[in-house]
C-alpha cells in the first residue's frame, strides 16, 4: 500500500469528470487499498479518486458507526429531504463551510469485488455519498455555497474532512 498525495484546489483534475471503471482489475484494487491508506492518514472520512490525481469513479468513505465503503462507480438513484450540514474537504483545508445536502439518498454501487449493491442513507452517509460522488463529476462542495459568508477559516477540523 501506499500514500498518495491528495490534489488540492485549483488544480485542474479536480474539475475533470472521472471515467467509469469496466474491469475490477488488480490494479483497481491497488488504488482501492492506497486511496483508504492515503484517506486514514489524512484523518478523512472519505476520499474519491480525483483527489489523488486519478480520474475512476471510484470513493472511499469511513465514518463512525459504519463500516468503510469502498464503491466503483456510485451513483445515486434517489434522494429526499434537504438539510443544512457543515462540510470540508481535504482537498480545501483550513475551511469548511455551510452548504445544504439531501436528508436521505439511495446510492447503486460495486463494491471492492464488482458486486452490484443499494445502499439507503441518511445523516452522515447521504451527505458522504454526495460529497464524494460530487467529486466524481467536478463537483467541490464550495460549488454549493449560498455565498461565500458560509465558508469559515478554521485551524483545527473537529468535523469530518472528506
Ligand atoms: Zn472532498
Known sequence: MAILPIQRFGNPVLREKSKRVTTVSKSIQKLIDDMIETMQNAYGAGLAAPQVG???RIIIIEIPDEKLFALINPEIVKKSGERVVTEGCLSFPGYRGEIKRAESVTCKALDRNGKAIRIKANDL????????????NGVLYVDHLESED???KVETPEYPME
Open 150 to 152: 458560509k465558508l469559515e
Open 125 to 136: 452517509l447521504a451527505q458522504s455519498l454526495e460529497h464524494e460522488i460530487d467529486h466524481l
Open 54 to 56: 486519478r480520474l475512476l
